[in-house]
């Protein structure tokens, strides 16, 4: 299980990386592989402030459709315009081609409550 010791993480399966007060936010190898082949990412709040733990976006896979968590609070700047042509790259480089969006944290004290790498394996069990 793929799982980068230089990211964070949440129990929703996202993971994050923080540079300054950018935040990338993508799903985790582990939430694609139970996902199963995705083909479709919906995010419709950009340029919207939205607090830590409310729903953002959703990943839509051929079995089921999943809610996206935002894990830190903050402006949505960014989303992964190539996601809408190759949402398989979700699947094929989640922690790379396959982010969803860049937030402008609001408040960063939030990336404290994230999980560490070793936090994460734990949680689902690797």
Do not use: C, R
Not at 75 to 104: C, H, Q, R, T
């Amino acid at each position: 299980m793929n799982i980068p010791a230089n990211l964070k993480y949440t129990k929703d399966h996202e993971w994050v990386s923080i540079d300054g007060d950018i935040a990338t936010v993508g799903i985790t190898h582990f939430a694609q592989s139970e996902l199963g082949d995705i083909v479709y990412v919906e995010v419709e709040t950009l340029d919207q402030t939205l607090e830590k733990d409310e729903v953002f976006g959703t990943v839509e896979a051929v079995k089921t459709v999943s809610d996206l968590f935002l894990p830190l609070s903050g402006e949505i700047i960014e989303f992964n315009d190539s996601l809408e042509s190759e949402p398989e790259a979700v699947n094929s480089d989640p922690y790379g081609a396959g982010w969803m969006v860049k937030i402008k944290v609001s408040d960063k004290s939030e990336v404290e409550e994230l999980l560490s790498n070793e936090d994460y394996a734990a949680l689902i069990g690797a």
